[in-house]
């Protein structure tokens, strides 16, 4: 039987329109299709291991206004528990992302967590409560004293902690070291190193015993700590919409730690690349969970 995995990290309220092509400067468009969804990194995640079938929490900042309404309803239906960290009169921030129709490719703009005050780590027995029966993590490096003292606390109880590495957030090196896994996006950099560094290299040095990075259509390259390295190649598909891929990456990886652990990395990460080419052949980061 799968363990209970957990996302901690970002939930957004995504406005999403698919569009011929992106507007220019004054330049106005009708949409094709338009929708309004849940979204982030660790929210998506959640619901991508849930729809794999494996027992899923989230902790995070949800509130209870109406744009916390569509978060959690979606949770709801997807069969995650929530635990809402959020402060009084929080609400989700918006994301706006426009989807070219032709190529699938999307363009997002969004606040993510800038701006967030109030949101305190959880106490000891509230992590206690949080890390009962988990298998695995999931942090997506948001609400970073929250992914600090979850990642910390999983580690000391043996559970494996998997970064989602989208991009740079300050304060990151302090969840790197609490961080077991890692897969990155291809435009994940650290400060100070040169654009031709080697980013799983600098990555792995920083804490985690294993990393990979994804680049679009093209492998997956993976590393030890030790050197041993490989990669996973990318399946080929007609893609619709590649919102939310690298989400449905992290969250099939997740899915895979909870099933088996961290065995089989390799393997895993491959299953969990198929999961997420599947993803961009349908519209919307959770099409693929639909239509199962």
């Not at 957004?12 to 969804?37: H, I, M, S, Y």
């Not at 400060?191 to 679009?216: N, T």
């Amino acid at each position: 039987m799968s363990g209970t995995v957990l996302a901690c990290g970002l939930a957004t309220v995504d406005v999403v329109q698919v569009v011929e092509a992106v507007p220019g400067p004054d330049e106005k468009v009708v949409a094709l299709a338009a929708d309004v969804t849940a979204g982030g990194p660790a929210c998506n995640a959640a619901l991508t291991a849930a729809a794999l079938g494996v027992p899923t929490r989230f902790v995070g900042a949800v509130g209870s206004g109406p744009l916390s309404a569509v978060v959690l309803r979606e949770l709801a239906s997807g069969g995650v528990a929530v635990t809402d960290l959020a402060p009084p009169a929080f609400e989700p921030p918006l994301s706006t992302v426009l989807v070219t129709q032709a190529s699938g490719e999307r363009a997002v703009v969004s606040r993510n967590a800038v701006g967030v005050a109030g949101l305190a780590a959880p106490s000891d027995s509230a992590l206690d409560a949080l890390l009962d029966g988990v298998a695995a993590v999931l942090v997506d490096g948001h609400h970073l004293p929250v992914a600090v003292a979850v990642a910390r606390a999983a580690r000391r109880r043996g559970v494996p902690v998997l970064l989602d590495g989208g991009s740079w957030k300050p304060g990151l090196e302090e969840l790197l070291a609490e961080t077991e896994l890692a897969v990155l996006s291809s435009a994940f950099a650290v400060p100070d190193e040169p654009k031709s560094a080697d980013v799983l290299g600098a990555v792995l040095a920083a804490g985690p015993s294993w990393a990979a990075v994804s680049d679009g259509a093209g492998p997956v390259r993976w590393r030890w700590a030790g050197g041993v390295h490989g990669e996973v190649p990318v399946p080929v598909v007609d893609v619709v919409d590649t919102l939310g891929a690298g989400d449905v990456l992290h969250g099939a990886l997740l899915a895979e730690l909870g099933r088996g652990g961290a065995t089989d990395l390799p393997g895993s990460l491959a299953r969990a690349v198929e999961v997420a080419s599947r993803s961009v052949a349908h519209p919307g980061a959770l099409g693929w969970a639909r239509q199962r």
